[in-house]
T-cell receptor, first 113, second 113 residues
Framework: NAGVMQNPRHLVRRRGQEARLRCSPMKGHSHVYWYRQLPEEGLKFMVYLQKENIIDESGMPKERFSAEFPKEGPSILRIQQVVRGDSAAYFC???????????FGQGTRLTVV | QQQVKQSPQSLIVQKGGISIINCAYENTAFDYFPWYQQFPGKGPALLIAIRPDVSEKKEGRFTISFNKSAKQFSLHIMDSQPGDSATYFCAASLNQGAQKLVFGQGTRLTINP
């Protein structure tokens, strides 16, 4: 049973470009969470999704950031017009239900130059 | 009130010693307290978790102690080994599970051989 798969592992974007981060949850998991980790800091919750639904996006910046989890395919975190401050590690986690353990992927390290 | 405060920031322990990491929280509605272990370049991995109806949980060399009245919980690693060298994060959430984990700032643990 493969774990949570994230790709790409590393992503370099120039300021103003778009970044698309993908997350395939563990088999049988229908709940997906995105977290951001700045250097030397803990993880910060961004968004919680189920298939075709955003459950809680209280941690998402109001502009430029969006997330989706379509009926088919991976969950996507999209950052438009990236700025240097978006440079961070972005982690996806999944769970069977909202009240069960979450398992994290290896993350996507975004660098904005 | 949503914060989880973790200490120390870094910790050096001799091989065979006991490593102790502490966390404190404010929100009394939190009902799920996991600990994650993270190696460089990897995602956080669930180590052990506790719910507030018990004061202690032990899994192998890892023990969580939970003090509900003091709103504190701690991770004890017995017989610490060099392979335990990693960053450890405590976290807390509502609804007994994976939703919207609030992470501590992390503790970088180094076990000297």
């Amino acid at each position: 049973n493969a774990g949570v798969m994230q790709n790409p592992r590393h992503l370099v974007r120039r300021r103003g470009q778009e970044a698309r981060l993908r997350c395939s949850p563990m088999k049988g998991h229908s709940h997906v969470y995105w977290y951001r980790q700045l250097p030397e800091e803990g993880l910060k919750f961004m968004v919680y999704l189920q298939k075709e639904n955003i459950i809680d996006e209280s941690g998402m910046p109001k502009e430029r950031f969006s997330a989706e989890f379509p009926k088919e395919g991976p969950s996507i975190l999209r950052i438009q017009q990236v700025v240097r401050g978006d440079s961070a590690a972005y982690f996806c986690a999944s769970s069977v239900q909202g009240n069960t353990e979450a398992f994290f992927g290896q993350g996507t390290r975004l660098t904005v130059v | 009130q949503q914060q989880v405060k973790q200490s120390p920031q870094s910790l050096i322990v001799q091989k065979g010693g006991i490593s102790i990491i502490n966390c404190a929280y404010e929100n009394t509605a939190f009902d799920y307290f996991p600990w994650y272990q993270q190696f460089p370049g990897k995602g956080p991995a669930l180590l052990i978790a506790i719910r507030p109806d018990v004061s202690e949980k032990k899994e192998g060399r890892f023990t969580i102690s939970f003090n509900k009245s003091a709103k504190q919980f701690s991770l004890h690693i017995m017989d610490s080994q060099p392979g335990d060298s990693a960053t450890y994060f405590c976290a807390a959430s509502l609804n007994q599970g994976a939703q919207k984990l609030v992470f501590g700032q992390g503790t970088r643990l180094t076990i000297n051989p």
